[in-house]
């Protein structure tokens, strides 16, 4: 992997100097963690014109969460702990006579900003923008395997949460459970704080599990992910518990399964981010659901849990081969409940047999 590190470092160096930056400040822990294979705790990245730092308040542990550092990456960990990493490598470009430094403005903070300018005065500091994200955009195979793996890990927990007794059991209790599940089958942890809706709080997006009870008749909608090796994956599903599923319950199921079905289909090589939401949008909405519906349909995944690309009605660009996104459709009917399905899958051409389904999990609607 430290040539994998080494040729990210190597895009970014090249993309600096075209625009005419002798070095790279990184800040963003998700992006020191893709360029540099670790992110312990307020690390930050100097990419410079021959050589790249890590700069650490702290030694990095090597635990899995921080990740597994580039061995050849030069690291330097302060002496003092009140230090601030970013402010040392400001401090460097200067000493090697960087007359620019590009640093990630979204990220950083105006106070850092200003002890960045106070420490080397004569560096130019410019705005890098999102150039690492848009690096990390479209994923290498062994990315795709982390998140393939982190998807089989989240199939197995809910799998066998289906296979227990779910009435009575209260949302907050379900979804410690769950997360105890993905830990127990190889996860780093939970990908994002795992949500379970029952009855009338089922199909809401990202809710939080309340102390509510699980009741015979009710929608169920559960909502989790793996971090497996700093890579995230997302599947929701929606069950019935108990008895058969009410006819307004089918009804609604099976409008939400078709419109996450278009959009899954649209996920295609060259396909507008915008176009990608409208065909799971436009299912809903001539149902009559307009008003319900979540800002975008789906967004993209790796490192982080909600990256680019926005599957939104405003998103500007097309999809790429080997970009993983998420489609989540869902409805939520105030005071009686709702649906949502949720998949991660990765585009890839037709050829090669068109999207790649990662989380397998029945869409069948289970009365449970």
């Given at each position: 992997?430290?040539?994998?590190?080494?040729?990210?470092?190597?895009?970014?160096?090249?993309?600096?100097?075209?625009?005419?930056?002798?070095?790279?400040?990184?800040?963003?822990?998700?992006?020191?963690?893709?360029?540099?294979?670790?992110?312990?705790?307020?690390?930050?990245?100097?990419?410079?014109?021959?050589?790249?730092?890590?700069?650490?308040?702290?030694?990095?542990?090597?635990?899995?969460?921080?990740?597994?550092?580039?061995?050849?990456?030069?690291?330097?960990?302060?002496?003092?702990?009140?230090?601030?990493?970013?402010?040392?490598?400001?401090?460097?470009?200067?000493?090697?006579?960087?007359?620019?430094?590009?640093?990630?403005?979204?990220?950083?903070?105006?106070?850092?900003?200003?002890?960045?300018?106070?420490?080397?005065?004569?560096?130019?500091?410019?705005?890098?923008?999102?150039?690492?994200?848009?690096?990390?955009?479209?994923?290498?195979?062994?990315?795709?395997?982390?998140?393939?793996?982190?998807?089989?890990?989240?199939?197995?927990?809910?799998?066998?949460?289906?296979?227990?007794?779910?009435?009575?059991?209260?949302?907050?209790?379900?979804?410690?459970?769950?997360?105890?599940?993905?830990?127990?089958?190889?996860?780093?942890?939970?990908?994002?704080?795992?949500?379970?809706?029952?009855?009338?709080?089922?199909?809401?997006?990202?809710?939080?599990?309340?102390?509510?009870?699980?009741?015979?008749?009710?929608?169920?909608?559960?909502?989790?992910?793996?971090?497996?090796?700093?890579?995230?994956?997302?599947?929701?599903?929606?069950?019935?518990?108990?008895?058969?599923?009410?006819?307004?319950?089918?009804?609604?199921?099976?409008?939400?399964?078709?419109?996450?079905?278009?959009?899954?289909?649209?996920?295609?090589?060259?396909?507008?981010?915008?176009?990608?939401?409208?065909?799971?949008?436009?299912?809903?909405?001539?149902?009559?659901?307009?008003?319900?519906?979540?800002?975008?349909?789906?967004?993209?995944?790796?490192?982080?849990?909600?990256?680019?690309?926005?599957?939104?009605?405003?998103?500007?660009?097309?999809?790429?081969?080997?970009?993983?996104?998420?489609?989540?459709?869902?409805?939520?009917?105030?005071?009686?409940?709702?649906?949502?399905?949720?998949?991660?899958?990765?585009?890839?051409?037709?050829?090669?047999?068109?999207?790649?389904?990662?989380?397998?999990?029945?869409?069948?609607?289970?009365?449970l």
């Amino acid at each position: 992997m430290s040539d994998v590190y080494a040729a990210r470092r190597g895009l970014l160096r090249d993309r600096c100097a075209a625009a005419g930056n002798a070095a790279a400040l990184i800040t963003r822990p998700a992006n020191v963690r893709y360029l540099s294979g670790a992110s312990p705790l307020g690390a930050v990245l100097l990419v410079g014109p021959t050589d790249d730092v890590l700069f650490c308040a702290g030694a990095p542990t090597g635990e899995a969460d921080e990740g597994r550092l580039d061995e050849h990456l030069r690291v330097c960990v302060l002496g003092n702990p009140g230090a601030d990493p970013a402010v040392a490598a400001a401090d460097m470009a200067a000493g090697v006579r960087a007359d620019s430094l590009a640093v990630e403005e979204h990220h950083i903070t105006v106070g850092r900003h200003r002890a960045l300018r106070s420490v080397a005065p004569r560096l130019r500091l410019a705005d890098l923008g999102a150039a690492v994200e848009q690096q990390r955009l479209v994923k290498d195979e062994e990315e795709i395997a982390c998140l393939r793996i982190a998807a089989e890990i989240a199939d197995q927990a809910l799998g066998e949460l289906l296979e227990s007794i779910l009435v009575g059991r209260t949302e907050r209790h379900l979804a410690l459970e769950l997360e105890r599940r993905l830990v127990d089958h190889g996860a780093d942890g939970p990908a994002f704080p795992t949500s379970v809706g029952t009855g009338p709080h089922s199909g809401r997006s990202r809710h939080r599990p309340s102390d509510r009870r699980v009741e015979e008749g009710d929608f169920l909608s559960v909502c989790l992910g793996a971090n497996y090796r700093g890579y995230r994956c997302e599947i929701g599903r929606t069950f019935v518990i108990g008895t058969s599923p009410a006819d307004w319950q089918i009804a609604l199921y099976d409008l939400v399964f078709t419109a996450q079905r278009a959009g899954r289909e649209a996920l295609l090589p060259g396909a507008a981010y915008r176009d990608v939401d409208h065909a799971a949008r436009s299912v809903l909405d001539s149902a009559g659901h307009a008003e319900a519906l979540a800002p975008s349909t789906g967004h993209g995944v790796g490192l982080e849990i909600d990256e680019d690309p926005q599957l939104a009605p405003t998103a500007m660009g097309k999809l790429d081969a080997c970009v993983p996104v998420t489609v989540e459709p869902g409805v939520h009917l105030p005071g009686r409940g709702g649906v949502r399905i949720d998949d991660t899958l990765v585009v890839r051409p037709e050829a090669d047999g068109g999207p790649e389904l990662l989380t397998i999990t029945t869409k069948e609607l289970l009365a449970l």
